[in-house]
């Protein structure tokens, strides 16, 4: 039976300005993509009761339903006191779809999987990156966790056995070869009609200031206190070398301690978080290259934006990464200055490699796209695409469901 109508369930927050429906992270603008391939879909996540504006618009083509607010799986407590009154709004939201697709592994998810079963709504997991992974780096003082998300990933993975999954990247999709059937994806928000022409490389000068660009949040699995090490490395052979750093998070004011401490704050640029829709395609554009340090990732988007934009990238091969970006970008182990350094005074130095590289990156862009990829998930779903046809915009209700 073909899927017209698609409910998606994660763990991420959203708020309500009085008129427009706004998301804290970007994955939300891949999810609103799928809209284009289905009748209906409804977003379903947490609303935070601050009112106000958030970093994505949500897409007016797809619905929402509101599950009670919690701050973080970190304080179990308050997640608990959610968990019955988001039971309940998920039962109603299977009133209307034929199918959910449950990001996780995330405990709320567990239960909702057992009611979409009783409700004989087919069921898809998804899954986005190594769960215990990232909660030891995020979490490293709370052994207890860990073993929680442990027993969570196990979870996850004995019900894939018999659910099809969305896998981030090649390598949880080798994490989940068992599973009943595997897709793996990019999470790309890059258009097709975006890709940069061979033409921009031209515009970039490597004989005089070198400009890094960082994108990603200051956490721990992001790794980005190495970012002050790299740039000291950098700086030490030749002043030309500048930072900048496009993210937020708890461990932004030790970055600047650290750039300050080895005496290279005054070469590094710390904007703080920068949206897509705003600056970021143009520092894309200005910039010589891209730096990714990461512990831990499926496969990055930020990846797919700097291939769209022709941007020479070094990068940490964790994860999906490797594969994704071999032949693509120069990879090297997590956690060394050193190799980051010297792989983008490479980058730098040698035209021949930096256009081969590009050129191999803007292909897989293109396979890349939200497009390509939006539409490799509807028809693993099941769902009656018609790539012709745009979907009818729907409003986002936040309250009817609430």
């Known amino acids: 039976m073909a899927i017209v109508r698609l409910a998606i369930y994660s763990d991420y927050g959203?708020?309500?300005?009085?008129?427009?429906?706004?998301?804290?992270?970007?994955?939300?603008?891949?999810?609103?993509?799928?809209?284009?391939?289905?009748?209906?879909?409804?977003?379903?996540?947490?609303?935070?009761?601050?009112?106000?504006?958030?970093?994505?618009?949500?897409?007016?083509?797809?619905?929402?339903?509101a599950l009670p607010h919690y701050r973080t799986l970190a304080r179990p407590a308050a997640a608990l006191r959610a968990l019955?009154?988001?039971?309940?709004?998920?039962?109603?939201?299977?009133?209307?779809?034929?199918?959910?697709?449950?990001?996780?592994?995330?405990?709320?998810?567990?239960?909702?999987?057992?009611?979409?079963?009783?409700?004989?709504?087919?069921?898809?997991?998804?899954?986005?990156?190594?769960?215990?992974?990232?909660?030891?780096?995020?979490?490293?003082?709370?052994?207890?966790l860990r073993v929680a998300a442990l027993a969570l990933e196990a979870s996850w993975?004995?019900?894939?056995?018999?659910?099809?999954?969305?896998?981030?990247?090649?390598?949880?999709?080798?994490?989940?070869?068992?599973?009943?059937?595997?897709?793996?994806?990019?999470?790309?928000?890059?258009?097709?009609?975006?890709?940069?022409?061979?033409?921009?490389?031209?515009?970039?000068?490597?004989?005089?200031?070198?400009?890094?660009?960082?994108?990603?949040?200051?956490?721990?699995?992001?790794?980005?206190?190495?970012?002050?090490?790299?740039?000291?490395?950098?700086?030490?052979?030749?002043?030309?070398?500048?930072?900048?750093?496009?993210?937020?998070?708890?461990?932004?004011?030790?970055?600047?301690?650290?750039?300050?401490?080895?005496?290279?704050?005054?070469?590094?640029e710390l904007l703080g978080f920068v949206s897509l829709d705003e600056q970021l395609p143009e520092l894309y554009r200005s910039s010589h290259l891209l730096l990714h340090c990461s512990w831990t990732e499926g496969m990055p988007q930020v990846l797919i934006e700097a291939f769209a934009a022709r941007l020479p990238i070094v990068a940490t091969a964790v994860g999906g990464v490797a594969q994704a970006a071999e032949g693509a970008a120069l990879l090297i182990p997590p956690g060394d200055a050193g190799a980051a350094a010297e792989a983008l005074r490479r980058l730098a130095e040698d035209e021949r490699l930096r256009a081969e590289l590009t050129e191999a990156g803007a292909t897989r862009a293109r396979e890349q796209s939200l497009e390509a990829q939006t539409r490799k998930v509807a028809q693993f779903f099941g769902?009656?695409?018609?790539?012709?046809?745009?979907?009818p915009a729907r409003r986002s209700d936040v309250a009817a469901r609430g």
């Open 84 to 144: 019955v009154a988001s039971m309940r709004c998920f039962w109603r939201v299977l009133d209307d779809v034929d199918a959910v697709w449950l990001l996780g592994p995330h405990p709320f998810a567990l239960p909702f999987v057992a009611l979409a079963w009783i409700r004989r709504r087919r069921v898809f997991l998804g899954v986005r990156q190594d769960f215990p992974s990232y909660v030891a780096n995020r979490h490293p003082s709370r052994p207890l």
């Open 157 to 268: 993975r004995l019900l894939a056995r018999g659910c099809p999954v969305v896998v981030v990247g090649s390598d949880l999709a080798h994490r989940y070869r068992s599973a009943k059937r595997v897709l793996p994806i990019a999470i790309s928000l890059v258009r097709e009609a975006e890709l940069a022409e061979q033409s921009s490389i031209a515009r970039r000068d490597y004989g005089g200031e070198l400009r890094v660009l960082t994108v990603g949040r200051l956490a721990a699995e992001k790794n980005p206190l190495l970012l002050a090490d790299v740039l000291a490395e950098l700086v030490a052979r030749d002043p030309r070398w500048r930072l900048t750093v496009c993210g937020d998070g708890p461990l932004a004011g030790e970055l600047r301690e650290r750039l300050d401490r080895l005496g290279v704050a005054e070469r590094a």
């Open 383 to 391: 769902a009656v695409a018609d790539a012709t046809r745009p979907s």
């Open 14 to 65: 959203y708020r309500y300005d009085g008129e427009q429906l706004w998301a804290e992270l970007s994955v939300v603008l891949f999810l609103g993509g799928l809209a284009r391939w289905f009748e209906g879909v409804t977003l379903i996540g947490r609303l935070d009761p601050q009112p106000g504006s958030w970093a994505y618009r949500v897409p007016s083509e797809v619905s929402f339903a």
